[in-house]
């Protein structure tokens, strides 16, 4: 495992180097790799950092977990390289050295609207959890995102719980997605948008629509972003198994 020095957080190091290993082979489909235990042996942390880094190779498809048997390198399937997989905004952010922060959150139940239901391939009329962030790096804010959750019954309902990755908070209750399907185009943000980033109608705007279901279908995800064009960029990287999209936020000098 490459040395901390390189300032990307523990996990990230942990998943970066199991990620090498499946890729050139040592690791091989269908194989189980080592228990966590053996895990936070070998690489000196501790079992939530194993357990973090496990969790970002499932999201990127690389593994699978079979309960209660244990952690395997998940087979390849043709239609693997048309999904984009990604991970959570507040991981990309602290990999490139600024803290990724949660300026604003506010979470509600609600029924889905017949256009929300269509896009999530859920009933109309299902209960589902509607939660509004608005995220930037220190006070600067440069994306808000609006998200609809099916299945998650048991996730809480105070906007303070949503001030961190939800990515993290999904996976502390078991909810990872199998498949996510992503649009990214141009389009002017809703007026409620733009008052709540502070821009003009006129401001460049890029909008990410990423819909996203575990594959038994208990849990459903859509997240409609739109992020301000000066403020940010989406970078893509397919060296890797299927494609990874990473969120950073522009640097000024």
């Known amino acids: 495992m490459q040395s901390r020095s390189s300032g990307e957080p523990l996990y990230a190091l942990v998943a970066n180097d199991l990620r090498a290993k499946i890729v050139s082979g040592a690791l091989k489909p269908g194989e189980r790799i080592p228990s966590e235990h053996a895990l936070c042996d070998a690489y000196h942390v501790s079992r939530i950092t194993v357990r973090r880094g496990l969790d970002t190779l499932v999201r990127?498809?690389?593994?699978?977990r079979r309960r209660p048997v244990g952690t395997f390198v998940r087979q390849t399937h043709p239609d693997d390289g048309h999904l984009t997989l990604l991970e959570g905004l507040t991981g990309e952010v602290r990999e490139e050295g600024e803290p990724a922060v949660t300026l604003w959150a506010q979470?509600?139940?609600e029924r889905a609207r017949a256009n929300v239901a269509a896009l999530m391939g859920v009933p109309e009329g299902t209960e589902l959890l509607r939660l509004r962030r608005t995220r930037g790096s220190?006070?600067?804010?440069?994306?808000?995102?609006?998200?609809w959750l099916a299945g998650c019954d048991d996730l809480p309902g105070d906007d303070a719980s949503y001030y961190g990755s939800l990515y993290d908070l999904l996976a502390l209750h078991g909810l990872a997605a199998d498949r996510v399907r992503e649009k990214v185009e141009a389009a002017h943000a809703p007026e409620d948008v733009r008052d709540i980033l502070g821009?003009?109608?006129?401001?460049?705007?890029?909008?990410?629509?990423?819909?996203?279901?575990?594959?038994?279908?208990?849990?459903?995800?859509l997240t409609i972003c739109h992020y301000i064009g000066s403020e940010y960029r989406y970078c893509v990287d397919s060296?890797?198994?299927?494609?990874?999209?990473?969120?950073?936020p522009r640097t000024h000098a």
């Open 60 to 64: 990127e498809r690389l593994l699978e």
């Open 107 to 109: 979470v509600s139940r």
């Open 138 to 147: 220190g006070n600067r804010p440069f994306v808000h995102f609006d998200t």
């Open 199 to 221: 821009v003009r109608r006129s401001e460049p705007m890029l909008r990410r629509i990423r819909i996203a279901e575990q594959a038994d279908g208990r849990f459903r995800e």
């Open 239 to 248: 060296a890797h198994v299927g494609v990874e999209a990473r969120e950073v």
